[in-house]
């Protein structure tokens, strides 16, 4: 019988438990209902600085550094996964250049 909850917990030092793995074990109530969301994501090259923020902060791991060099001398980022994209917009919170901004467009087969 399946209990919904993780097989292993460990416990806090507060002794609330917490679980070993799978890291997202909790499954929406409405999941494969509501459409499922996808970014694209757009940059504008010559305003990177290349600070990597959009890259290490990408909770998906869309992005990566380039190796392809911008007007200014830095390696500005690339999208290597974009149907890992969730349209988070966390990459566009954080562009201390505006560099990078994202459309948003329904996925595919989705309603």
Same mark, same amino acid.
């Given at each position: 019988?399946?209990?919904?909850?993780?097989?292993?917990?460990?416990?806090?030092?507060? &002794?609330?438990?917490?679980?070993?793995?799978?890291q997202?074990?909790? !499954?929406?109530?409405?999941?494969?209902?509501?459409?499922?969301?996808?970014?694209?994501?757009?940059?504008?090259?010559? $305003?990177?600085?290349?600070? &990597?923020?959009?890259?290490? *902060?990408?909770?998906?791991?869309?992005?990566?550094?380039?190796?392809?060099?911008?007007? !200014?001398?830095?390696?500005?980022?690339r999208?290597? !996964?974009?149907?890992?994209?969730v349209?988070?917009?966390?990459?566009? $919170?954080?562009?201390?250049? *505006?560099?990078?901004?994202? !459309? $948003?467009?329904?996925?595919? &087969?989705?309603?």
């Amino acid at each position: 019988m399946d209990s919904g909850y993780p097989e292993k917990l460990t416990m806090q030092m507060d &002794g609330t438990p917490q679980a070993e793995s799978p890291q997202f074990w909790r !499954k929406p109530i409405d999941e494969g209902k509501a459409p499922k969301l996808v970014g694209v994501v757009l940059m504008i090259p010559e $305003r990177c600085k290349g600070c &990597g923020w959009c890259v290490e *902060f990408c909770p998906r791991k869309v992005l990566v550094i380039s190796e392809r060099f911008n007007i !200014k001398g830095y390696h500005y980022p690339r999208v290597a !996964k974009p149907e890992e994209c969730v349209d988070c917009r966390l990459c566009e $919170r954080l562009c201390p250049e *505006f560099a990078i901004y994202l !459309k $948003r467009s329904p996925a595919q &087969g989705g309603s």
